[in-house]
T-cell receptor
Framework: DAKTTQPTSMDCAEGRAANLPCNHSTISGNEYVYWYRQIHSQGPQYIIH???NNETNEMASLIITEDRKSSTLILPHATLRDTAVYYC???????????FGTGTSLTVIP | GAGVSQSPSNKVTEKGKDVELRCDPI?????LYWYRQSLGQGLEFLIY????????KSGLPSDRFSAERTGGSVSTLTIQRTQQEDSAVYLC?????????????FGSGTRLTVV
């Protein structure tokens, strides 16, 4: 599975959009981009995934560049409860596991 | 149930003892995974069950670790002769779709402390 690069940490003001970048320059054509988050002392939570097209659900939006070498997770109106570690993972559709790296620690500031 | 349930939530054991950790996946989920997370570290894959297929045990760190899944539902992770380096949060996840293509649902984990 392709390697991803994320900033170690980010801050975001409450109520503003949080934009979390992820680089995956070696992504293959059959690899999806997945995002999970882990709030302190809880198990990871699936957020969203996509292949080529931008995706949106009730939690977030995923913007994937046309060349698929990077993506951005957007939390449109960050709340204090969005403070968590966010993991960007690329994986083939039918892989046996997700490789969780170190992620981005997002802190939402009041 | 509504989510993935793990028990116990906390377990303290003496070095050398055996422990069993239990996972109840979401009803109807055919795929089940075990991961562990040491303090301040990322998640480490342990084992994957998919339906009646042979499990993928490639992540188990030693032969002291084993897992089974009975009746395609409940899973038990067993650690024999526990060592202090086994101290971690053990997380279970399940997915409805094969190999979690639509993402996993994780439980809250079992925090294992070996003293």
């Amino acid at each position: 599975d392709a390697k991803t690069t994320q900033p170690t940490s980010m801050d975001c003001a409450e109520g503003r959009a949080a934009n979390l970048p992820c680089n995956h320059s070696t992504i293959s054509g059959n690899e999806y981009v997945y995002w999970y988050r882990q709030i302190h002392s809880q198990g990871p939570q699936y957020i969203i995934h996509g292949l080529k097209n931008n995706e949106t659900n009730e939690m977030a939006s995923l913007i994937i560049t046309e060349d698929r070498k990077s993506s951005t997770l957007i939390l449109p109106h960050a709340t204090l409860r969005d403070t968590a570690v966010y993991y960007c993972i690329v994986r083939v559709a039918y892989g046996n596991q997700f490789y969780f790296g170190t992620g981005t620690s997002l802190t939402v500031i009041p | 149930g509504a989510g993935v349930s793990q028990s116990p939530s906390n377990k303290v054991t003496e070095k050398g003892k055996d422990v069993e950790l239990r996972c109840d996946p979401i009803s109807g989920h055919t795929a089940l995974y075990w991961y562990r997370q040491s303090l301040g570290q990322g998640l480490e894959f342990l084992i994957y069950f998919q339906g009646n297929s042979a499990p993928d045990k490639s992540g188990l760190p030693s032969d002291r670790f084993s897992a089974e899944r009975t009746g395609g539902s409940v899973s038990t992770l067993t650690i024999q002769r526990t060592q202090q380096e086994d101290s971690a949060v053990y997380l279970c996840a399940s997915s409805l779709t094969r190999q979690g293509i639509d993402g996993y649902t994780f439980g809250s984990g079992t925090r294992l402390t070996v003293v």
